[in-house]
């Protein structure tokens, strides 16, 4: 039987703590108002002030992570305290709030999706539908012809007679014959096979499905520019493996894709249209609570990813993104223990935002840094306390710095 409690905190006193890990309830605001603070604020975050019906420490309870932020309170405030352990039940019995937490998440992924975009490196990335163009000019340019003949027809079929439709249609026409891409038009298959190299949305296509992996993994990314002059580089935001789901912002939120989805291995996905997924939400409470947690997931290391995204040395970076890749693995600093990643050094230095230039300048030195090794083409952490160490020093040298 669900139980809620309540829990009163007075004016000036903090109900969760930036970096604790232990993270077993969230809290449902019921009255008075809350601030949001940060350990190291970013540029262009703006400041949070929560009231009732808002919701704190989801993101940490459900993805089982620290904290992410601190909530101070600026009045007498009452919480309704949520265990983990009690999401199940509350769901069954009020869908709407779980709900509303997803929709919550969604918002809060594109406003933090666009704040990393201003701040590694000032890049530039549309949310119209010449990124396609974009996209596809990419993905020719670098010879991933399958992904690149996708994105041509996509921009094709959304502008009809835009200022690129004579380019795509050209290239298009030329890459179809030996083109592996599927599912140039929507499909009415629930399950799909990709195959390695060909996508499945391209950022700024619309879109109202979403997709569960059943096999293979797909690289999530962006397309971003240093200026209107720069031929583009990939940003990788997540790598995804069996099991995940993708593709959920644009269904609940019915806005163009913020992102590309692309297969880097064989995949068999299952499509999950808007129909199915109200249905879902009705009759399988266990779906809602599956898609917070993944929501939660995906989250966590975004707000992560903006303090990365000020950092200004490369190598830097570069070790910070790699510490996240341990924290999302919930692999600890034990002494002599050590961690092999998924990641080449490129796939590093992608989710850091650098530019092709900055790569070539500090990859010899990422690569000699004694802390990390590469076996097969993938960086191996050979031990995890020490990497663990370099980063807290670079975040501390940054903190410092920011609140000077």
């Not at 396609?132 to 921009?155: G, P």
């Not at 290391?301 to 830097?316: F, V």
């Not at 076996?375 to 160490?389: G, S």
């Amino acid at each position: 039987m669900l139980q809620l409690s309540f829990v009163s905190f007075k004016k000036n006193s903090y109900i969760i703590v930036e970096g604790k890990i232990k993270t077993d309830c969230f809290y449902i605001i019921q009255s008075g108002n809350v601030k949001i603070m940060h350990e190291i604020e970013i540029p262009g975050r703006k400041p949070e002030i929560l009231g009732p019906g808002d919701f704190l420490g989801v993101v940490s309870c459900m993805s089982g992570q620290a904290n992410v932020e601190s909530a101070f309170t600026i009045s007498d405030v009452v919480c309704i305290a949520v265990q983990k352990s009690q999401f199940p039940d509350l769901i069954q019995k009020n869908t709407p709030v779980a709900l509303k937490i997803i929709r919550s998440f969604a918002k809060k992924m594109r406003e933090t999706n666009q704040v990393i975009m201003l701040q590694t490196a000032s890049k530039i990335a549309e949310d119209n539908p010449n990124q396609i163009f974009r996209v596809a000019e990419y993905y020719d340019n670098d010879y991933q012809m399958d992904i690149a003949l996708f994105a041509y027809y996509q921009y094709m079929k959304v502008v009809k007679k835009g200022p690129f439709f004579e380019q795509s249609k050209l290239r298009f026409m030329k890459l179809r014959k030996n083109s592996n891409a599927v599912y140039l038009e929507p499909s009415a298959e629930s399950i799909r096979k990709y195959p390695k190299g060909t996508m499945i949305f391209s950022e700024a296509q619309s879109g109202s499905e979403m997709y569960i992996i059943q096999q293979g993994a797909v690289k999530i990314t962006k397309i971003v520019k240093e200026s209107e002059r720069d031929n583009g580089q990939e940003l990788i935001l997540t790598m995804l493996k069996k099991g995940d789901l993708f593709g959920e912002m644009a269904l609940i939120e019915n806005k163009p894709r913020s992102a590309c989805a692309i297969a880097v291995e064989d995949c068999v996905l299952m499509a999950v249209n808007n129909q199915n997924f109200n249905q879902m939400v009705s009759s399988q409470p266990e779906m809602v609570a599956r898609l917070t947690m993944t929501f939660a997931n995906r989250l966590w290391p975004m707000y992560r990813q903006l303090i990365n995204s000020i950092i200004e040395d490369p190598l830097a970076k570069m070790i910070d993104i790699l510490q996240l890749q341990l924290e999302k693995n919930k692999i600890t600093p034990e002494e002599n223990s050590s961690f092999r990643t998924n990641y080449t050094p490129t796939d590093i230095a992608q989710m850091c935002g650098l530019s092709k230039n900055d790569q070539s300048k500090i990859m010899y030195k990422f690569l000699s840094h004694p802390i990390i090794h590469v076996e097969d083409n993938k960086v191996v952490i050979p031990k995890v306390d020490e990497l663990y160490k370099q980063s807290i020093f670079y975040r501390k040298a940054l903190a410092r710095k920011i609140n000077k």
